[in-house]
């Protein structure tokens, strides 16, 4: 099967066009040994097949951030399972065509045969700009097709031009450098094997490209010392010849693209200001597009969370109906029957629980992407960030992480520099995810709403979801300017053209990233479900039960006015009693699991916060997954396992509890310095699983165990502080 890599710029719509050519022949995954996202597709034309690979979007090939150096990588076939392509199908923007055309003439150099698709072709119409296909043929060498990926025009032109360049093997004109830089790429080219001069000529021109690739040359036998010494050579006769390598290529490539290029294009000058132009007049207004953002985003937020919210009802329907079913076929084995129901059933519903969210999350990032509005929130959001040492490049994935932070940690690969992409990554869990908002409506509905209304419970709600961005920021900031130090971050940004959304790339976007989210995370949520389940269930001794029950039926026979062992037939008849019974039991049984003396062991660590040892058990349960301690107070307190943070019983029950025994005895649990407390705790620490392990994937168990210990540290010592200080009130 032949190979054809998707090259270009960010925002040339490379995605797009990689959807009409492939549509649901792809796959994503990583590319080997990095964290880089990795697209695939088959392309069939005619009677064959050709497999695409969507090459991440770049401006050079510096190698210097993750994405450039498996641009780089890829296109020399040196990575493991990506083989060399036959073709390269570079995508250009037919509105910014001479600066796209840099990557192509640096891709050049590699010798790789190349076709290139003018994009946009409808944009530059609009904007009364005529390129002269015929002519940028000539000059570059190589096939053109003029294309509208989003409206998918063209695409049946492209195919065969591609096909026909598969067998034709079309090789870009490469740039004609000034004398002395020919003889410093002949020198360095000299002094090495032939395999490797390509790389070599990169090289001398962008230190980092050998730096970063200094395994290509050992593969090709190579030592880095000699490869090192041709490509010095190569650079200081460069030098001599009055060139800066930092920015030779730069101005020289530009000059020869300028003079190849500017006659076949026409641009008219006496229009009239755009509607692009104009609404950015607004969007990126320093106060205005400001108050637009953040609009804008309570749209998307608010949908997020009303819009799921019939769709994971419905789910946890099912999730209700399949654990009744096989619970029904197990009663004859009680800890089978609560490993299917409680561990596996609930683990697979634990994971497909957030897919709502997540599908509609990515659902209103790619419609803002693909309209070209989210390079204009990066752009205001990059004036917010600068001051602790980020850039707008952080704000997709922190947007990300509002929903889920396992998409935002994932999201920060775009992010070149590594000490910055290892802060966002960190920053990310500090945002309020979607898992929190249950404890938050429990919390608020319980005892904010009854007791300040419900405007101070909406205000509530709504500050609650910053404050681990408030808390968060102060320590960024700290730890850029006294630990990390890192470098003012240049932002460069591309402000795309307006452009209508395609339903089909929206659609698969969608599908890609939730099941990635269900293959990725859901594995890990699933496990520590299984844990859990484990450390909740065991010891299960039959002493407990009968205890329980002895204890419950002379409870009802005092009550009736009864003999116990009349009590005991009534337990037996009476459904609602059995039921009352059984939750009993459940709820003994939780406090004598492993899980519930852990509880009752660190229970003092807690007590400054003002959580009593069910409060703890609950904490301790919903460190794999936050909403784990809904259905884990719900058995605590006798109600079972299926409430909600809507459930009126669970709210009444918390707001009866008091304290048995100790100085407190007779005072409610909950108080408001209490609720709080819980609801900063939750706010800050990192209880979530799987995002420690996509944290660890991304970077490694060391800082996937520092945000983890840092958070939960950070959380405990934040609740002590609102409980004490709100207790003295």
């Given at each position: 099967?032949?190979?054809?890599?998707?090259?270009?710029?960010?925002?040339?719509?490379?995605?797009?066009?990689?959807?009409?050519?492939?549509?649901?022949?792809?796959?994503?995954?990583?590319?080997?040994?990095?964290?880089?996202?990795?697209?695939?597709?088959?392309?069939?034309?005619?009677?064959?097949?050709?497999?695409?690979?969507?090459?991440?979007?770049?401006?050079?090939?510096?190698?210097?951030?993750?994405?450039?150096?498996?641009?780089?990588?890829?296109?020399?076939?040196?990575?493991?399972?990506?083989?060399?392509?036959?073709?390269?199908?570079?995508?250009?923007?037919?509105?910014?065509?001479?600066?796209?055309?840099?990557?192509?003439?640096?891709?050049?150099?590699?010798?790789?045969?190349?076709?290139?698709?003018?994009?946009?072709?409808?944009?530059?119409?609009?904007?009364?700009?005529?390129?002269?296909?015929?002519?940028l043929k000539q000059a570059l060498g190589v096939p053109v097709v003029p294309i509208s990926a989003a409206r998918a025009e063209g695409i049946t032109e492209l195919k065969e031009v591609v096909a026909a360049a598969l067998v034709s093997k079309p090789h870009l004109i490469e740039a004609k450098w000034p004398e002395s830089v020919e003889k410093a790429l002949d020198a360095a080219r000299a002094a090495l094997p032939e395999s490797?001069?390509?790389?070599?000529?990169?090289?001398?021109?962008?230190?980092?490209?050998?730096?970063?690739?200094?395994?290509?040359?050992?593969?090709?036998?190579?030592?880095?010392?000699?490869?090192?010494?041709?490509?010095?050579?190569?650079?200081?006769?460069?030098?001599?010849?009055?060139?800066?390598?930092?920015?030779?290529?730069?101005?020289?490539?530009?000059?020869?693209?300028?003079?190849?290029?500017?006659?076949?294009?026409?641009?008219?000058?006496?229009?009239?200001?755009?509607?692009?132009?104009?609404?950015?007049?607004?969007?990126?207004?320093?106060?205005?597009?400001?108050?637009?953002?953040?609009?804008?985003?309570?749209?998307?937020?608010?949908?997020?969370?009303?819009?799921?919210?019939?769709?994971?009802?419905?789910?946890?329907?099912?999730?209700?109906?399949?654990?009744?079913?096989?619970?029904?076929?197990?009663?004859?084995?009680?800890?089978?029957?609560?490993?299917?129901?409680?561990?596996?059933?609930?683990?697979?519903?634990?994971?497909?629980?957030?897919?709502?969210?997540?599908?509609?999350?990515?659902?209103?990032?790619?419609?803002?992407?693909?309209?070209?509005?989210?390079?204009?929130?990066?752009?205001?959001?990059?004036?917010?960030?600068?001051?602790?040492?980020?850039?707008?490049?952080?704000?997709?994935?922190?947007?990300?992480?509002?929903?889920?932070?396992?998409?935002?940690?994932?999201?920060?690969?775009?992010?070149?520099?590594?000490?910055?992409?290892?802060?966002?990554?960190?920053?990310?869990?500090?945002?309020?995810?979607?898992?929190?908002?249950?404890?938050?409506?429990?919390?608020?509905?319980?005892?904010?709403?009854?007791?300040?209304?419900?405007?101070?419970?909406?205000?509530?709600?709504?500050?609650?979801?910053?404050?681990?961005?408030?808390?968060?920021?102060?320590?960024?900031?700290?730890?850029?300017?006294?630990?990390?130090?890192?470098?003012?971050?240049?932002?460069?940004?591309?402000?795309?053209?307006?452009?209508?959304?395609?339903?089909?790339?929206?659609?698969?976007?969608?599908?890609?990233?939730?099941?990635?989210?269900?293959?990725?995370?859901?594995?890990?949520?699933?496990?520590?479900?299984?844990?859990?389940?484990?450390?909740?269930?065991?010891?299960?001794?039959?002493?407990?039960?009968?205890?329980?029950?002895?204890?419950?039926?002379?409870?009802?026979?005092?009550?009736?006015?009864?003999?116990?062992?009349?009590?005991?037939?009534?337990?037996?008849?009476?459904?609602?009693?059995?039921?009352?019974?059984?939750?009993?039991?459940?709820?003994?049984?939780?406090?004598?699991?492993?899980?519930?003396?852990?509880?009752?062991?660190?229970?003092?660590?807690?007590?400054?916060?003002?959580?009593?040892?069910?409060?703890?058990?609950?904490?301790?349960?919903?460190?794999?997954?936050?909403?784990?301690?809904?259905?884990?107070?719900?058995?605590?307190?006798?109600?079972?396992?299926?409430?909600?943070?809507?459930?009126?019983?669970?709210?009444?029950?918390?707001?009866?509890?008091?304290?048995?025994?100790?100085?407190?005895?007779?005072?409610?649990?909950?108080?408001?310095?209490?609720?709080?407390?819980?609801?900063?705790?939750?706010?800050?620490?990192?209880?979530?699983?799987?995002?420690?392990?996509?944290?660890?994937?991304?970077?490694?168990?060391?800082?996937?165990?520092?945000?983890?210990?840092?958070?939960?540290?950070?959380?405990?010592?934040?609740?002590?502080?609102?409980?004490?200080?709100?207790?003295?009130?």
């Amino acid at each position: 099967m032949v190979r054809i890599a998707l090259l270009g710029n960010p925002n040339t719509g490379k995605s797009t066009l990689f959807n009409c050519l492939t549509g649901l022949r792809q796959k994503v995954g990583n590319y080997p040994g990095v964290t880089v996202q990795r697209k695939v597709g088959r392309m069939i034309y005619g009677k064959n097949i050709a497999e695409i690979i969507d090459l991440p979007g770049t401006y050079s090939l510096a190698a210097d951030s993750p994405d450039e150096r498996v641009v780089v990588d890829a296109l020399l076939g040196e990575m493991e399972t990506v083989e060399r392509p036959d073709l390269v199908l570079f995508i250009a923007d037919a509105t910014n065509l001479q600066r796209n055309l840099f990557l192509a003439y640096q891709t050049a150099q590699l010798g790789i045969p190349m076709v290139v698709a003018v994009n946009h072709w409808d944009s530059a119409r609009k904007k009364n700009i005529r390129i002269d296909i015929a002519g940028l043929k000539q000059a570059l060498g190589v096939p053109v097709v003029p294309i509208s990926a989003a409206r998918a025009e063209g695409i049946t032109e492209l195919k065969e031009v591609v096909a026909a360049a598969l067998v034709s093997k079309p090789h870009l004109i490469e740039a004609k450098w000034p004398e002395s830089v020919e003889k410093a790429l002949d020198a360095a080219r000299a002094a090495l094997p032939e395999s490797v001069r390509g790389l070599a000529s990169r090289a001398v021109l962008h230190r980092s490209v050998f730096d970063e690739d200094r395994s290509f040359f050992v593969r090709h036998g190579v030592s880095p010392q000699q490869a090192s010494a041709a490509i010095d050579a190569g650079r200081q006769m460069l030098f001599k010849g009055g060139l800066n390598p930092g920015n030779a290529e730069t101005v020289l490539l530009y000059r020869e693209i300028k003079e190849r290029i500017a006659p076949c294009i026409e641009i008219d000058t006496t229009r009239s200001s755009s509607g692009s132009e104009s609404i950015d007049s607004i969007l990126t207004h320093k106060v205005w597009g400001l108050f637009a953002f953040l609009g804008l985003m309570y749209v998307v937020f608010q949908s997020v969370y009303s819009w799921a919210g019939p769709f994971m009802d419905l789910i946890d329907a099912g999730k209700g109906m399949i654990q009744d079913q096989v619970g029904s076929w197990l009663v004859q084995w009680p800890m089978l029957q609560s490993l299917a129901t409680d561990g596996i059933v609930e683990g697979v519903g634990a994971v497909f629980i957030f897919l709502p969210q997540i599908l509609i999350l990515f659902f209103f990032i790619t419609l803002l992407e693909d309209t070209g509005y989210m390079a204009r929130a990066a752009f205001l959001m990059d004036k917010l960030f600068s001051w602790c040492g980020l850039s707008g490049k952080s704000f997709v994935p922190l947007l990300s992480s509002y929903a889920c932070a396992i998409p935002g940690v994932m999201a920060t690969r775009t992010i070149q520099d590594p000490k910055a992409r290892i802060i966002t990554i960190l920053l990310a869990p500090f945002m309020s995810c979607s898992a929190r908002l249950p404890v938050y409506v429990l919390m608020i509905g319980a005892f904010i709403e009854p007791s300040y209304g419900a405007a101070v419970a909406g205000a509530t709600l709504f500050a609650m979801h910053f404050v681990g961005l408030l808390v968060a920021m102060p320590f960024v900031y700290v730890a850029n300017k006294y630990i990390l130090k890192i470098p003012p971050q240049t932002f460069v940004l591309e402000m795309p053209s307006y452009q209508v959304p395609k339903v089909r790339d929206v659609l698969l976007r969608m599908y890609n990233q939730g099941k990635e989210f269900v293959k990725n995370a859901g594995t890990v949520i699933f496990a520590i479900t299984i844990v859990i389940w484990a450390l909740l269930y065991f010891p299960r001794s039959e002493e407990v039960a009968e205890s329980v029950t002895a204890d419950f039926a002379a409870a009802q026979a005092s009550e009736l006015g009864v003999e116990q062992a009349e009590a005991l037939a009534l337990l037996e008849s009476d459904e609602e009693l059995a039921d009352a019974l059984d939750r009993r039991i459940a709820s003994a049984y939780v406090e004598q699991s492993y899980l519930g003396r852990i509880g009752k062991t660190v229970q003092p660590v807690f007590a400054w916060a003002g959580f009593d040892w069910k409060i703890t058990v609950g904490v301790i349960a919903s460190f794999p997954a936050r909403e784990v301690i809904i259905s884990t107070l719900g058995i605590i307190y006798s109600l079972g396992g299926d409430v909600d943070e809507e459930s009126g019983d669970l709210r009444d029950v918390m707001a009866n509890q008091k304290w048995q025994e100790g100085e407190k005895a007779g005072q409610p649990i909950f108080t408001i310095p209490v609720v709080s407390a819980i609801m900063v705790f939750f706010a800050l620490c990192q209880q979530c699983g799987a995002t420690v392990a996509v944290i660890s994937q991304e970077t490694s168990w060391r800082y996937g165990l520092f945000s983890f210990v840092f958070m939960t540290t950070l959380a405990w010592i934040a609740a002590i502080v609102v409980y004490q200080v709100g207790s003295l009130l």
